[in-house]
Every structure is written in C-alpha cells, then in structure tokens.
C-alpha cells in the first residue's frame, strides 16, 4: 500500500530542511557576544596587533609585534590576513577581528554536519555530529571557536583532511585527493607543523585497507603533493629572504621547543590530555561519543560508519600519541580531536536511533518523542552549562585590571582632556609587567579612529612632561605613576583614571 502524500511530504521537507536546526545553536554557540569579552592577553591580542600592523604598514610576508618582525609568532599569516581584511571591512573591534575564527568554526561545523548526513547516516547523524560539535566544551571555548586564535582555522583544514581522505578510500576519485593536498597546504599556512598531525593517523587507515599502491599510481596523487608542499615552500622561502633569521627561530620554537623542550613551563605528565577528556572536555557527550563507538565497531566492515570508524581512531589516536609525547602541553592542542568524536557520535546515535526504530516502536509519535528526549539529554545540558562557562569568563576577563583599557578608551568622556595621551601599564606579575597586547592593540584601533589624536604607550613612568594626559588603569598604575608625579584626576571610570602630569614629585 502506498504511504500517504502528507508521510512523503514531510518525509522530503525533514530530509532538505534537517539543518535549520543548527541555525539557532550555532548562532548562541559561535556569535553570541562575539566582541563581548576583552581581547586575551597573550595569544589572541599578539595576533590582534599584528592584524593591526600589517594593514598600517602594507609588509603582507612579515607578521610583526612593536613594528619589529615578531619571531615569539613563528606562525605563518593566513590567519592574520583574513583578520587584517576582517578589521579594514568592519573596523578595529574584538568582533570583527574575531570574525574569522567564527566563520571558519560555523564552516566546519557546517562540513561536520554534511559529511555526517551524506556517509554516517542521514539527515539524523549531521544533526546530531553538528549539535554535539557545538557544545562541546573542547571547541566552544576560549582559543578555538571564541577567540581570534589559530585553532578554529586548523581545524577546519585538519578534519577536511581525514575526511577527503575518508571520501577518497569509499570511492577513488581524484578530486577528493585534490582537497586532501589542498586542505594539507593550507592547515601548514594556518598553524605550520601542526597542520601536519592526523596525517601519520591516515596513512596508517590507507596502508591498513591495501589502498597504499593505488594511490601512489593515481596521477592525481602527484598533483595533491604539490598542492600540500609548494605553497608552504614558497612562502616560508619568501619569509626568510624578506627578513632573515626566520626560519632559525621556527626550528627552535616549534620543533624544538614544542616538541622536543618544554616553552614557558607547560609542562605535564603524559596522560594528561586523557585526564582533561575525562573531566568532560567533551563535555556531556562523552557518555554518549561511548555508546557511538560501541555502535559502530559492531557493524560490518563494509558499512561506511564503520569504515570512517576506523580511520577517525588511526587519525585521532596517532594524533593524540603526538601531543601527549610532545615536550609543551596546552588545553587547546587536543582540539582536532573534537570534530572527529562529534563525527562518530553523529553515525553512531543515528544507527542507534535505527535499531531502535526497527525494533517497533508503537507509532511514529513515539519514535519523534523518544528522539526528542535523547537530544534534551545531552544537548540541553551541555548549552546552559557551556553559557554558564562563558558568562564566568566574562566576568573574570573584565575583572582584570590590564584588560580594561580598550572599555576605557572607547569612552569619550576618558580622552575629552585632549590629543595627546600617554597610556601607562603597570602590573604587578612579572610576565605582564612591561607587556600588555591588549593596550597596543587598543592604542591602535584608537589611533585609527581618531587619526589627529596620538596615543602613546609606556610601561615605565620616567620622563613625562608636565602638562601630559595620562591614562591608567589599575591600582599598580597608578601607584607608580603617583611615586614620580603631582598629578590631578580628570575623570575616573571602573578601575581607570584619566589625570594630567602637574609636575615632577
């Protein structure tokens, strides 16, 4: 007997329309309070400043910190591009230079989601890999999918690989090994070695299937080669010969000091990534990624599930081995991983949730509440406490004396006194004593917006004019500031003070 047309109907509307849902959650997850928080004091505002630079000073090859090439930041430039071009649209702001690292999680949560839906198992496992990739608390975070950091671009080009090569090994069709050398060229543009990571992992699974010979005979393999080695070559030769010294210290800070030494004491024992997944760095999924993988190892070797199964656990461990034996060890390095366990939890649930509907649920009714309630379980839980996280870090990042000066300088009522400022960091912890990229990348947006004011920072107190108007932020500030001035308070806001120099003390 023929199903009735409003069964097709919906069944067709269900199987177009099954990604609106991840509308609404990757807007709270991804955009939500973009520029709400203060720019991070290391990683973030470095790249933030250099962003800045670069569009004032036009050297597109040179990443530079203080107008001098920055050789702490041996990364290569793609994501200072985008973020230079982000800020010329859209102007000096944390959510615009955040924009990139945004667009480029909601792209892959997006390639997550359609990957899934296409060999995992329907429209219900791109729903459900797109959801736990999401709330996931390894990916919405504080340098990956919220900061202007390296990790969401990585990713990005990391998990195309394994799933170009995945697409490769189901069907042989060249242009799945173009994007796999396409995406390898650009994860070393992004973040260098570390592009470079879940590879060793694939050509285990390519070797493991017997696939190794008949791709080194396909053409297309030679090309994908050129496509992964020739733009990286070409520019890494074009940085050294633009300022030499470039190299030596990318050698000496990510391969050995990442790998081979400890930078900056980050330093932890070998199961340490394993310790922080287990204090649900996936969050609340983690119970459920078990049950998927459960699921999947179970099945033929012939399904695509399982196949993809299997790869997802030669990438993903080989990658873990790699960060877990390196020397430098931080939060965020595991975040390749997430994509992939969202992944098998996607076709893992959805075979699941089929074994279930074969077994012979009462009605359809039933079936859709039953489905209800295993994404309210996991996916409900894991967004009110991932907000909840963030809303904490907001509040601790504003809290935070030498992060507020971008608040303050914004606020006309601060800088009404005159032209001429002077902007005077001072801190107690010895790391950020004379450093703040936050302040420089703050001058700097406020030297653009008003281009006949200037704005100068200083770490040290010594050799200011009287008549000066100094900005201070913070008790430390203005403790060594009042030491070598009579000064007199012009306006005041927070833990902020604007005051003009009287003379010497």
Known sequence: MNRPIKDVLRHRVLAAWWWLALVPMAWFSLFWRLGAQPLQNWDEARLAVSAAEMLQSHRWLVVSFQQKPDL????????????????HTFG??????????????????GLVAAFARRWLGGPLAGLLAG??????????TQHVARSGDYEALLLLFTTAQVLAAFAWLQTRRPRYLLLLGAAVGLAVLTKSVAGLFLLPGIAIEIVRRGRLLPLLRQPATWVAAGLALVPPLLWYAAREQAAPGYLQA????????RLLGTLEQHDFPWYWYLTSFVNQQFLLWTPWVLAAGWALARRPGQRPAHRFLTLAAWAGGVFMLIISLASTKLAWYDAPLYPLLALVLGGGLALLARRVSAAGLPTARAQAWRGALLLALAVVPSVIA????????????YAEAELSYGRYLSNPAATAAGTHFTVLHRSFVAD?????????????????????????????????PAGRVVLVCGTTAQAALGQHYRTRLLYAADSCQTLRIEGPR
């Open 386 to 397: 991932g907000q909840r996280r963030l809303a904490k870090e907001y509040a601790r990042r």
């Open 250 to 257: 990318v050698w000496q800070n990510e391969l050995g000091g």
């Open 72 to 87: 702490w930041n041996t990364k290569p430039p793609l994501l200072v591009w985008l973020q230079a071009l982000s800020l």
């Open 131 to 140: 959801l736990a990739l999401l709330s996931s608390k390894g990916f919405v």
């Open 432 to 464: 950020t004593r004379s450093y703040n990229a936050p302040l420089e990348f703050y001058a700097l947006a406020f030297q653009h917006q008003h281009r006949q004011d200037t704005v100068d920072v200083r770490y040290e107190p010594a050799r200011l």
């Open 92 to 109: 000096y702001s944390e959510w615009a230079f955040r924009l990139p690292t945004a667009l480029a999680a909601l792209a892959l949560t």
